[in-house]
Structures are given as structure tokens and as C-alpha cells.
């Protein structure tokens, strides 16, 4: 002890080590505040070049980054013995770890665990916005401490530090036991391996348990994390953990990276456990397509909105994530298993989750026995992604559309709770038979363009339930179909139920209570 390194700091104790080193305290010459110098160990100087510049630049980059709840790095270099080194901060509180090992096996209260992490996601996100990957987010790098007003801060410490346990060859990027994502294992570090290691930090606070605590040994955890299939269930060690908590944690630790939540929305979700009886912020559909053809558009509908568009070709990973998606956009050109296997599979296994069935262009689709009111084509359809997108951005419910009545109201549904609601206006026998029975002819009339069937009793009967309630719009768009089809020059003739379709949504909305015509609107698959 004593010695001085990185030209003005003078070694005092050892605070102890780690993967990538000993820690020291020290303190600045001159200044005589205390500091925390980070040596790294002897092996780390073997590390070719790359690996330091790597080291140095991340270090660098970390310093022009300013928040309460980073470390301050006060400067980094080498060793009189030419090894990585680097002074930051000193502390004055207790690790993650320490924290988490005092509370001998129980959970961390709500309130505390819900500050501690909204402040942790605050800074990875920031950091992240920065290109930063930390790589080794563990209860050790996690500090504890307090403000002026004795309220709880959150910081975030060592930066870069993970680049110098690289191999040259950079086929493996270093991680702590436990807590590496999988895909470090094969050099693929990105932003989501933090977020896994996050949900490994949130395991502990929301369980009481390490994540994969019996497992002891580094290299049988490493090989248990890299093999990882679906996440661990935190009801196997937690019974009584609450289902926002559980369903977040899932989610963190999926071993497909894009399929965890960003740090935006694990926020909401923190914060969302103090608000009782607050539903789950859903802002991220999931997109079931066996060769990717409907990613591409689904991603322009819903960028508008913020709604992340996540795609499988495997259905499976749309059940193993339930109740983590606002809705299931399922190809209608998948085959093994078709588009009407998954759709009701989804139905039964995730009943609150929506459905839908989606196809592009004007060609044929085989839509068995897939509800009406599932089905969208595009691009006539958009319409209806717009609606799901306003609803995801606006955190509304939505009911699963396979199963909401069409002739439910939402009449009052916008009223305060403590205004004393009416009873709904009566409906015209004529509005009923248009409500009712529009599905089910829309649905007729498709069936009988796809096989080549004539189509003149589902267009007069549509065009008749149109002139009775006074719908101008459909009543043309079918008369036209009906014609242009009899004499065979219309091309795209499927088109024409689309637009019919979405013209008997729009005047079942115009008509809606608040327009104060006495007429409630069918629900439709977005409705509020």
C-alpha cells in the first residue's frame, strides 16, 4: 500500500476483487477525496491491443455522461506494472448484493425494489442511448446509497470494464455467473444482454432466491444459461410473487434477445406495481410469419404509434409470453400449422391477448373458420391497424375480439365513475337487423367471390339493410360490386368487401351515442 498510480492516486486498502480485478481505496493527491482505483489483474495485461482500445474508448465514452446515478469516472490508463487501471468514485454505501444478502431469503418490499429499479432502468436506458453496452450489470456494480434528504440513489459502476476479459479473439464476451445473457456466450453482447441482466438483478429483489442459485458451479451455470429454452418461472421459488411481477421477470430473462421488453417499458411496469388494480402497459404486437413478408408493412402501420412489432415463425413463443403482447397478427399463408390452428389455439391459451388474421394483395385466402371480425387484408384493411395502434399508444383495453359481442355498447363507457349513468337509448328494429347481420353477409359475400358463386342475394340483401338505416356509402360500394362483377370487369373484386367492410364501420361509429343519434355502435375488434 502506498503506492502511487495513475500519477496522483496513493493506494490505501484493498476493498476487494473481482472478475476483472482488485479494487483499492485511494485517495487524489492534492485534493485528498477519496477514490476507488480498479487494477486490473496481471492476465488482463496480456490483452492484445484491440481489446484495450475497445476498453479505453467505452471508458472514455462513459465520462462525458452525466447523471446522479452513474459512477464518476475520474480517469483510467495503466499501472507502473503496464496494467489496466482505472480511478472512479468512491461510494459511501453498500452494494446490491450486500443489500440483497441482508434480507436473508425474502423478497425486497415493493416500494424499495420499485425505486431502486426505475432508477437502474433509467440509467441503462440512458447509457444505452449512448451505444454503451456494460456488459456485466450484477449486484456487485449496482451501488446503494443515499441523497442529502436521506432518500435512496441508485448508481451504475464499471464501464467497460468487461472488454479486458475478451479473449483476443473475441469469441467470448465476459459475464458474471448468473447473470451473462446467453448470447454473450458466442460474443453477441448488445443492449438486451443487459436487460437480461436486469431481470437476473430483479429475480433476487422480487424472489428472495439468486437466479439459478443451486447451481454452483461457473462452468455448469454458464452451460445452464447458454441452453437456456423459455425463461425460469419465479412461481418455482416465489408462490406468492404477484402476476405483474412474474410475467416481467419471464420476460427479462427470455433467451431471445429482441423478445425482452425495453427498458422504457420494464419502467411502466415497475411503476405500475404501487397503482392497485393498474393493468399491464402492452405496446408491442406480436407477428406470427413463416417467411417474414408481413414484418415489413407491420412495422411501417405501427410506427406512428410506438408499438414495437416483434415476428416468430414459431407460434409456440406467442403462448410462452402471454399476456405480454396488446395483440397476435398471424400470417394468413402459414401452413404448418395454418393460420386457423393458430388462431384458436391463441384464443383458448391466451383469451384476453386479440387475434388476428392478416393477408396482403387480392388473392384467394382460405379462411375456414376464422371469426369475421379476426380477419384483415391488406392494404384496404389499414384502417384497422391504425385503430390498434391508437389503442396501444393510449393504454386502453381492448376485449378479445373473438369473443366480445358485436351489439355491446360503449355508450357510457367514457363517463366518470361518480356521474350516475343513464339507460342506453333504444335502438330501431332496423339498426338491430343492420348490426346483426352485416357480418355474417360481409362473410357470405367473400365466400361466394373466393369460390366463383353468384353473388346477387348477399349484394341485395346488403344493399337493402344499407337503404333502411340510410348508410349511402355501402349501399353504393355493393351495388357497384354487384355490377361491375355481373358483366366481368372488375379485376380485384375481393377489394370491394374491404371497402365495403370498412365503410360499415365507420357509420356504426358516426352513429354512436355522443353523435346524439340514439343508436349505439357495434364493438368492433378496437373498440375502447
Not at 490505501?12 to 476507488?36: D, I, K, M, P
Amino acid at each position: 500500500m502506498g503506492n502511487i498510480e495513475l500519477e496522483s492516486f496513493r493506494l490505501v486498502r484493498v476493498l476487494g476483487e473481482g472478475a476483472f480485478g482488485a479494487a483499492y481505496l485511494a485517495e487524489q493527491l492534492g485534493t485528498e477525496r477519496l477514490a476507488v482505483v480498479k487494477i486490473a489483474h496481471a492476465e488482463s495485461g496480456t490483452a492484445g491491443p484491440y481489446l484495450k482500445q475497445r476498453f479505453a474508448a467505452e471508458v472514455r465514452a462513459a465520462t462525458r455522461i452525466r447523471h446522479p446515478g452513474l459512477c464518476t469516472v475520474y480517469t483510467f490508463g495503466e499501472t507502473s506494472d503496464h496494467l489496466p487501471a482505472i480511478a472512479m468514485e468512491y461510494i459511501d454505501g453498500e452494494t446490491l448484493r450486500s443489500r440483497l444478502v441482508r434480507l436473508q431469503g425474502r423478497p425486497m418490499p415493493t416500494r424499495e425494489l420499485v425505486d431502486a429499479f426505475v432508477q437502474l432502468a433509467t440509467v441503462l436506458e440512458l447509457v444505452h442511448g449512448h451505444k454503451i453496452v456494460h456488459r456485466d450489470v450484477t449486484p456487485n456494480n449496482v451501488m446503494l446509497t443515499m441523497d442529502h434528504d436521506g432518500k435512496l440513489v441508485v448508481k451504475l459502476v464499471d464501464f467497460g470494464i468487461a472488454r479486458l476479459t475478451e479473449r483476443a479473439s473475441g469469441e467470448f464476451v465476459a459475464g458474471t455467473p448468473g447473470y451473462a445473457a446467453p448470447e454473450q456466450f458466442s460474443g453477441n453482447a448488445t443492449s438486451a444482454s443487459d436487460v437480461f441482466s436486469f431481470g437476473a438483478l430483479l429475480w433476487w429483489a422480487a424472489t428472495g432466491r439468486e437466479l439459478l442459485e443451486e447451481i454452483r458451479e461457473p462452468e455448469r451455470l454458464f452451460h445452464a444459461v447458454q441452453n437456456l429454452e423459455q425463461a425460469p418461472d419465479p412461481k418455482d421459488v416465489c408462490p406468492d410473487i404477484s402476476p405483474a411481477l412474474d410475467r416481467l421477470l419471464r420476460n427479462l430473462l427470455d433467451p431471445v434477445p429482441s423478445f425482452r421488453p425495453t427498458l422504457e417499458e420494464v419502467r411502466e411496469e415497475l411503476e405500475l406495481l404501487l397503482v392497485p388494480g393498474a393493468q399491464s402497459v402492452k405496446r408491442r404486437v406480436l407477428v406470427i410469419d413463416d417467411d417474414g413478408s408481413l414484418v415489413g408493412p407491420l412495422k411501417s402501420a405501427f410506427s406512428p404509434f410506438g408499438v414495437r412489432v416483434l415476428s416468430t415463425a414459431d407460434p409456440r413463443l406467442a403462448s410462452r409470453q402471454d399476456g405480454s403482447f396488446g395483440a397476435f397478427l398471424i400470417g394468413a399463408h402459414i401452413k404448418t400449422p395454418s393460420a386457423a390452428t393458430t388462431f384458436h389455439h391463441l384464443a383458448q391459451v391466451c383469451p384476453d391477448t386479440p387475434a388476428f388474421v392478416v393477408a396482403t394483395g387480392t388473392g384467394v385466402v382460405a379462411w375456414d373458420d376464422i371469426p369475421f371480425e379476426a380477419r384483415i387484408r391488406l392494404p384496404g384493411g389499414a384502417y384497422r391497424l391504425n385503430d390498434l395502434g391508437e389503442q396501444l399508444r393510449d393504454r386502453r383495453t381492448m376485449a378479445p375480439p373473438a369473443f366480445a359481442s358485436h351489439l355491446e355498447t360503449r355508450a357510457t363507457m367514457d363517463a366518470p365513475t361518480s356521474v350516475p349513468r343513464s339507460a342506453p337509448p333504444r335502438r330501431s328494429e332496423e339498426w338491430n337487423r343492420w348490426v346483426g347481420a352485416m357480418p355474417n353477409l360481409l362473410l357470405e359475400l367473400e365466400g361466394a367471390l373466393s369460390d366463383g358463386s353468384d353473388i346477387t342475394t348477399p349484394c341485395h340483401a346488403i344493399e337493402s339493410l344499407a337503404r333502411d338505416v340510410g348508410v349511402r356509402e355501402v349501399e353504393t360500394l355493393c351495388h357497384t360490386l354487384r355490377v361491375l362483377h355481373g358483366s366481368g370487369d372488375l379485376a380485384s373484386p375481393l377489394t370491394f368487401v374491404t371497402d365495403i367492410e370498412a365503410a360499415f364501420v365507420r357509420a356504426t361509429r358516426d352513429r354512436a351515442p355522443s353523435s346524439g343519434s340514439g343508436v349505439r355502435t357495434p364493438r368492433t375488434p378496437f373498440s375502447p
